[in-house]
Antibody, heavy 122, light 107 residues
């Protein structure tokens, strides 16, 4: 059973860069069948897909984040990361990492981290 | 982006009730829809993908149906552990998007 765990700073100032890491255990980041994904959820609100990355280097991001997002993989340390630049209060949310499993023709988010609260405040 | 409308936003039920949640898409997505359950303070958990395929380990009282633009999640025989918020999610086209959520609470 794959397990995911987010880590990173919980408080940022506006205009700073959010950097989060997701440690993966019980599974391989090199699996062709898996994409590694970030999703966020503002308090009391719904879920927003941020993007995903594959071990091939392929990545897809949500256009709503206007080029502020970068994801990367560190297979040697079995972790993947999210960077979100120029944060504002609107980026305050619980951030989840998740595995996006491909079982053609379907995709599904079948394993999730517990989530980490990131607050942007001056 | 594909938008989805979940309804109702809140449904109140009692143990043993049958509950249905609807998810309507802004355009057809074949059967590329998943359903998730989220309890307070926890990550979502996958229930169904492909519109109707039950994820391993999910109780059979959960079922999904639909294709194209209209999908339904049904809980047949509500249990105490089912009181939670449910989200639909499309993976037909990027960006993946989620419905607004339906909270199932105790009547």
């Amino acid at each position: 059973q794959v397990r995911l765990q987010e880590s990173g700073p919980g408080l940022l100032r506006p205009s700073q860069t959010l950097s989060l890491t997701c440690a993966v255990s019980g599974g391989s980041l090199n699996s062709d069948a898996d994409y590694w994904t970030w999703i966020r959820q503002p308090a009391g609100k719904g879920l927003e897909w941020i993007g995903r990355i594959h071990s091939s280097g392929s990545s897809t991001y949500n256009p709503s984040l206007r080029g502020r997002v970068t994801m990367s993989l560190d297979t040697s340390n079995s972790q993947f990361s999210l960077e979100l630049t120029s944060v504002t209060a609107a980026d305050t949310a619980v951030y989840f990492c998740a595995r996006d499993r491909v079982l053609l023709p379907h995709n599904f988010l079948d394993s999730w981290g517990q989530g980490i609260l990131v607050t942007v405040s001056s | 982006a594909i938008w989805m409308t979940q309804s109702p936003s809140l449904v109140s039920g009692s143990t043993g009730d049958r509950v249905t949640i609807s998810c309507r898409m802004s355009q057809g997505i074949r059967s590329y829809l998943a359903w998730y359950q989220q309890k307070p303070g926890k990550a979502p958990e996958l229930l169904i993908y492909g519109g109707s395929t039950l994820q391993s380990g999910v109780p059979s009282r959960f079922s999904g149906s639909g294709s194209g633009t209209d999908f339904t999640l049904t809980i047949s025989g509500l249990q105490s552990e089912d009181f939670a918020t449910y989200y639909c999610q499309q993976y037909f086209s990027f960006p993946w998007t989620f419905g607004q959520g339906t909270k199932v609470d105790i009547k």
